[in-house]
Structures are given as C-alpha cells and as structure tokens.
C-alpha cells in the first residue's frame, strides 16, 4: 500500500429557482422574467353547516275504549287518522326537500289477537317509484306477548312538500296513518287491553335539494389556521418584495344573500414565530356576497373578487414574514336584508361556498441571507472498511448567475438530515454581473476552500451525505432585482487528498 496527493472530484450540483419552489408555482413570461403564482382554498363551508335533517321519529298509539270485549270481523278498519309530521330543521323553514340518502322505518307493535296491516301515505311525498304509501304487516299479539314487524323505504330521490295539508305552512308533512285485520283472518275479540302502536321513524336524512327560508343568522367561521406551502423551501433569511398582488376569490352555491365581516387574516411563520396581519379596507366593512341562481337541475354560482396589493395593503409585509400557515376569522351572515326572496332560498348537496385566496409574486426582490439547500451523496473512492481518503483540502468552484452573493454552508447528515459534523467553508460565492437594466450579463466564477481533517472523512465514509446550503444576499440592498428563469449557479466540489491506493486497513 502506498499513498499519492491527488484531486477527487466529489460533488456537481446545481441550484436554480427550482430549489426555491415548485416549479408549478412558478410562471415565466416572453422575456423569462419570473412570478410565483400559488392558489389555496381558505375556507369551504357546505351542506352540513347551513342544513342538518336530524333522525326524526313519530309515534301513534290506539286502543279502543271498550268497556266489553268486541268481536270485529276480519277487514275492519281498526285505526284511521289523518295526521300532520313537523320536522326541527333548525332555523329553516323548509317548503321543498328531495332526499339524497335516508330511509322511513314503519314500525308495528301489535297486542291485537289478529295480524294487522299498517299503512302511511304521505299525499305530500313522491317515491322515486310514484306511490305514497309504505305498508307493513304484524303478526297477532297479545297485551303479554305482542306481535312486531319493521318495513324499510329507501328514501333516496324522495320528494317532500313540506307546506302541509293547505300549502300554507312549513316544515310539515301531510299523513293519513291507518291500520286494518287482515282481510283473510278470522278477525279478533277485542278489549281496552288491547293496542296498536305505529312509529314512523326518518333516519339518515342527506338532502339533495332544499327550498324555503333559510333564516337570518350570523355563522362564526375560525379561528382556524390553514398550510400555505408557498416558502416551504426557504430555510431562513429575509426577503424584500418590490410587487405583490393577493386576489380573495369568493364563489357562492347557496341561494340566499350572505354578508362576511372578515375579522383578521394573519400570515404565520411557524419556524421563526412571526405573525403579521393582512391590513386592508376589506377588514373595515362587510362584504356582501350575492346568491346563487336556481336552474332547475342545479346551480349558477354568484362569484365576489377583492384584488389586494401593495398599493392599499401591506401585502409584501404579510408575504415577507415567508408564512407556512395563514390564520382567519369571519362572522357569515345568512340573509342580512331577511326574507327577500319570499322563501324560495334554496340548496343543492353540491352547493358551497368556498373563499379562495390566489396570489401573484412577480420575483423582483431585495434577499438577505435567503437560504436554500441540495444534499448529495459524494463520489468516494475506496469502500467504509478500507477509506481511499485520508484527508484533504475541499475546493469549491462556483459560477454563479444569479444577481446575489452566495454564502456557502456545507453540513455531513445521516439518512434522517441530523446534522453529524460542519465543514468550515471559507470564502464567498461573487454575484453575477448586473447591466443597466437591472439584468445579470455575465457568470461570475468563485473558488471556496474548506479543510477536510481525518475525523470529517470517517464521517463521510459512515454513510453520511452532505448538505449544502447557499445563502444568497443582493449586493444592493436598495434596489430590488428581477430574477429570470435562466438564473442558476453551478457549484462543483473537489477534494484535493491524500489518497491511500489499497486502502488503510
């Protein structure tokens, strides 16, 4: 075994714009200038909140009042009633539901010495089949013993009137409830002992459409955070934008008038602790949010656009705390100006309103120590039992062009990114040459060394990979440069070692 001074090349890599963000969120235009362009739902508030169908169950008993037992033949017609159901829709006053899901449960407890065959109709239902009525057939019973029976409906594309037997109600549902003994049996000595209960149960209601008046109430929407992924690629450093645009998109399905008092909307750094709240004439009043239309077999959605900028906000403030989740707070008010529509408010199961927030950063920035970062795995000669390097000096030869200095830091990490051991860099990357339109001209080339001592090669040849991280500061801190899409710096590490040629073993 002998050893030899010799340069190893270990590391090519390159950083662009990319390493900042996802290239989906980024847009060149004709000259390759670039902007960030990233949308996120704020809010969606649904179905769910503005209408609930709670399980609803109606309940008929009935004996007669007998004072002797009484024969009745078989067909008689033991229990006839017109009724009403009202249902609890809180806040609603429903005039039309169709069901997307549910189911109606008629349900017999019979202590009648003959089978007995229940009936509800519902003059005010249409089953998806066209009939009205749901039956169900129970065994003879006894006060001791009685007879039960349960049949099911599927209620799915089920229509209700709810206006009741007059059309001039809501939330009410028109039955006739009868029961008779069976046609076909011998009939039943009856006593005041004896008895007949009927419930209908409605279960599992999801509509699918509700018309009438939803009511005038305020819904509290937060305070709730959510993820903004926009800088998740930003380590640490500050950043100065020149131009910022924040479009709050609001699309409404409901048909009813809405009003929003946005209460805060707060950008939060969650790695520094930052928070900076949006400031905006949108905070000072309410905004009024139109209905959507009915078309019959769905909706035309109402859409509200609110364009915040730097011109009337702090936007670049709210954007240069590099936020990884946006705080909000909101009062909703349902149909402020009350029953405009005369109860012809409606929903679809489809219906929402969902608050969108889009933004547009156009990349002319002042940055200072604005930090991205590349992990590699180096090129090493030899194997982890017998090292091929003993120790060295690192060069590092950049050609950088991008309009900003560069501050490198290298770092040796296990396969979780825990930091094992730091490689003092010494030297800086030199900024892109920038012309007189504000524009890098020319790469610039700059050599780094970094000391490679025997402790830092063990390390290397555990496993480790090396983290590089290149922070970049604009050499004019008053003026903010345009970065294009072709921007990129080249970084190639080397290692000039003392390199054993058959291992150290």
């Known amino acids: 075994m002998w050893d030899v001074d010799l340069l190893v090349p270990l590391i090519r890599t390159t950083f662009t714009i990319g390493g900042l963000v996802a290239d989906s969120l980024i847009q060149a235009d004709a000259q390759g ?55 609890e829709f809180d806040d609603l006053e429903l005039r039309t539901l169709i069901l997307r899901e549910g189911r109606l449960e008629l349900h017999l407890d019979n202590r009648v010495n003959s089978t007995v065959i229940g009936s509800l109709e519902l003059p005010g239902a249409i089953f998806p089949d066209g009939s009205t009525t749901i039956t169900a057939t129970v065994a003879a019973g006894t006060p001791a013993n009685p007879g039960y029976a349960t049949t099911v409906r599927d209620l799915t594309g089920t229509s209700f009137d709810l206006r009741g037997p007059s059309h001039n109600s809501v939330n009410t549902l028109q039955t006739n409830l009868g029961a008779v003994l069976d046609p076909n049996g011998p009939g039943a000595w009856v006593t005041n002992d004896d008895s007949l209960l009927i419930s209908a149960n409605y279960l599992g209601l999801v509509p699918q459409y509700a018309r009438g008046y939803f009511g005038q109430r305020t819904i509290d929407v937060g305070p709730d955070t959510n993820r903004l ?41 969650t790695r520094t602790g930052n928070s900076v709240d949006l400031t905006h004439a949108i905070f000072d009043g309410p905004i009024n949010i139109n209905r959507a239309i009915d078309q019959g077999s769905g909706f035309l959605s109402s859409y509200y656009t609110r364009t915040i900028d730097v011109t009337n906000s702090n936007i670049d403030l709210f954007l240069e705390n590099l936020p990884d989740r946006v705080a909000y707070e909101l009062d909703l008010a349902l149909n402020p100006l009350g029953d405009i529509s005369s109860g012809h408010d409606f929903l679809y199961y489809e219906s929402k309103l969902n608050t969108r927030l889009d933004l547009e950063v156009p990349l002319r920035l002042i940055t200072n120590e604005l930090t991205l970062r590349t992990t590699s795995t180096p090129d090493l000669p030899g194997t982890a039992a017998g090292h091929g390097l003993r120790y060295g000096t690192l060069k590092l030869f950049a050609t950088n062009g991008f309009p900003m200095n560069a501050r490198i830091t290298m770092e040796l990490v296990d396969a979780n990114g825990i930091v094992l051991a730091t490689i003092p860099v ?80």
């Open 33 to 87: 200038q670039l902007t960030l362009v990233y949308s996120s739902d704020l809010f969606n508030i649904g179905l769910d909140t503005l209408l609930i169908a709670p399980d609803t169950s109606f309940v008929y008993s009935y004996a007669l009042p007998l004072s002797d037992s009484i024969n009745f033949p078989a067909g008689f017609n033991f229990f006839r009633e017109n009724d009403v159901q009202r249902f």
């Open 426 to 505: 010494q030297g800086q990357v030199a900024a892109g040459i920038v012309g007189a339109n504000g524009l890098v001209s020319a790469s610039v080339n700059s050599t780094l060394v970094a000391e490679l001592d025997e402790n830092l090669v063990n390390i290397l040849y555990s496993g480790a990979k090396v983290r590089s991280s290149v922070s970049f500061t604009t050499s004019d801190q008053t003026q903010h440069l345009m970065i294009l899409d072709r921007y990129r710096m080249e970084l190639q590490v080397t290692l000039a070692a003392n390199y054993v040629v058959n291992g150290d073993e």
């Open 229 to 269: 992924t926009l800088f998740d690629s930003f380590v640490s450093g500050t950043l100065d934008l020149d131009v910022a645009t924040l479009r709050l998109s609001v699309t409404n399905g409901f048909g009813m008038d809405l009003q929003a008092h946005m209460r805060r909307l707060t950008a939060i750094n």
